[in-house]
């Protein structure tokens, strides 16, 4: 069994392997994409194809490839500037909006995405997105998809909380955490805050 022993310290790490569905395999076209609102760098990617997008605006972010995943990033950045020209200094406002509008293109499609700030996450599950996080006492996880092993005791330190987000579970001794379609994650130092569907929210 090989085991993993050499980790990156960092704020997030993002990263994506892409099925072209949608566009030429070619360097414009690979995820994570990258823009500035706020006077800060937005970080995106995306997990599904989405159809019907000739009416979608994306504003003054042009895209540079020819995904609809960075297509829809630019549209859904160009929606947060519209509404709010400056940063929305409640984390659940602005979850909430940007709930709205990937809640917008999961009509057209799959949208399974993840998005960051630099600071905050956000994660949103169209058919398929888990969560877990980890924190001290830190074991060994075994991946579900290689005879690996990670000691994470080892990679870490007692004040450390890590969480991961992928579209399915990466570990096959763990307890992840299965999102329902519409829902919305935020993740701040590593812990995570949910905001339910709109169908299954208290009246």
Request: hydrophobic share 35%; glycine share 6%; proline share 4%.
């Amino acid at each position: 069994m090989g085991t993993i022993n050499a980790l990156y310290a960092a704020r997030f790490h993002l990263c994506h392997i892409r099925q072209a569905n949608v566009g030429e395999v070619s360097l414009v076209n690979t995820h994570p994409y990258s823009r500035r609102l706020w006077d800060r760098t937005w970080s995106f990617a995306h997990n599904g194809e989405l159809e019907n997008l000739a009416g979608l605006d994306p504003g003054r972010n042009r895209p540079i490839g020819s995904t609809d995943s960075e297509l829809a990033f630019c549209w859904v950045l160009d929606q947060l500037k519209s509404i709010f020209p400056d940063r929305p200094a409640n984390t659940d406002t602005l979850g909430r909006l940007l709930q709205e509008q990937c809640d917008k293109l999961r009509r057209r499609g799959i949208f399974n995405m993840i998005m960051t700030d630099s600071r905050l996450l956000y994660a949103y599950c169209s058919t398929k997105m888990c969560w877990l996080t980890r924190r001290s006492p830190f074991g060994e996880a075994t991946l579900k998809d290689a005879d690996m092993s990670v000691d994470f005791g080892k990679e870490t330190t007692d004040r450390d909380v890590v969480t991961i987000v992928a579209t399915a579970p990466l570990t096959e001794d763990e307890a992840w955490t299965h999102m329902a379609e519409g829902e919305l994650c935020i993740i701040d130092n590593g812990e995570v805050t949910t905001l339910v569907p709109k169908d299954t929210r208290a009246h």
